[in-house]
């Protein structure tokens, strides 16, 4: 196969989007903020939720955040928050943010219902 045919291939490719996550669930986690990463492809926020429970959370790409006037500093590592995720499936303190609520009672918003394969109403 030619370069040029490859590289075609490879741009119809799709993307994971939500399917490895369980949209179904909503689990609400409240923990300190152990890192906070703005970068292509996704955005991934490390929340420590107890001594011995951290949980990865993948979040939308920058560019997409951009627009919602989220940026690399949204997020500082030590703040408190609780968020809103959809878990993987199968996999143990991993998901996919929804929203989250700061301390000061401020709630953002990541994936609204209805976008990124979430159902309007979750049960």
Not at 64 to 84: H, Y
Request: net charge positive; charged share 20%.
């Amino acid at each position: 196969m030619n370069g040029i045919a490859l590289a075609f291939l490879l741009l119809l490719a799709p993307h994971h989007g939500t399917s490895t996550y369980d949209m179904n669930r909503e689990i609400s986690l409240t923990g300190t903020v152990k890192e906070w990463s703005y970068a292509n492809p996704h955005t991934w926020l490390w929340l420590t939720v107890s001594t011995t429970e951290e949980w990865s959370i993948e979040g939308a790409p920058p560019n997409f955040l951009l627009r919602q006037g989220w940026s690399p500093t949204t997020l500082k590592a030590g703040e408190k928050l609780t968020v809103l995720i959809s878990p993987l499936k199968g996999e143990p303190k991993r998901g996919i943010l929804l929203e989250l609520k700061r301390g000061s009672g401020e709630t953002l918003i990541m994936r609204p219902r209805g976008s990124f394969g979430r159902p309007d109403r979750v049960n």
